[in-house]
């Protein structure tokens, strides 16, 4: 076994290592103010932050599209993809183009797109944005939230998309 120093660090030494931490993938959605229409971003850094109040957080890269027009929206979706999900997630994951062409989804109390087919989802407004090297860390209050769908969970781990085997 090797072992790195930080002086040994890099990108892509770092991306290898904590590649091995398995993940859940979860979408954050919303409406575009400015034009009426859902857009959205798939992530996999999400987590509970506290239970009172509830907070749940997520990072985003600063070189996200898509980042800035989920900011403008007074509530976002965070939808915890199923592994039938794993299409919808790569749509949402590219950079342009319509993210919704073809991705069906109802609303939450507040409008935001919540997708059909996944496990649950959590209506949240954003309380801060916290910068931290080349990602804000996003802390959102949760205002609605409901379980939405029996199955299995998208998981990532090692740069691929996968299955929880129980």
């Known amino acids: 076994m090797t072992t790195a120093s930080v002086s040994d660090l890099n990108a892509r030494r770092l991306r290898d290592v904590l590649g091995h931490f398995a993940t859940g993938v979860v979408a954050i959605t919303a409406i575009d103010p400015a034009t009426g229409l859902p857009t959205g971003l798939a992530a996999n850094s999400f ?3 506290s239970l009172d109040p509830p907070l749940v957080a997520f990072c985003v890269a600063h070189t996200s ?4 027009l989920l900011r403008r929206a007074a509530h976002l979706c965070v939808n915890v993809l ?10 949402l994951a590219v950079k342009g183009g319509d993210k919704f062409a073809g991705v069906a989804w109802g ?3 507040s409008g ?3 997708l059909d087919g996944a496990l649950a989802w959590l ?9 931290a090297g080349d990602h804000d860390i996003v802390v959102a209050r949760v205002n609605h939230l409901d379980i939405h769908h029996d199955g299995e969970p998208l998981v ?5 998309y996968g ?3 129980g």
Do not use: K, L, N
Not at 65 to 68: A, G, I, L, N, R
Not at 123 to 131: D, G, I, L, P, Q
Not at 156 to 160: E, I, L, P, T
């Open 65 to 68: 599209s898509t980042w800035p």
């Open 107 to 109: 609303a939450s109390p």
């Open 123 to 131: 209506e949240v407004s954003v309380e801060a944005e916290h910068r």
């Open 47 to 49: 987590t509970s932050v």
């Open 163 to 165: 299955r929880f085997e």
């Open 156 to 160: 990532f781990y090692q740069g691929r």
């Open 82 to 91: 199923s592994e039938p999900q794993t299409a919808v997630c790569r749509q």
């Open 112 to 114: 935001t797109p919540v």
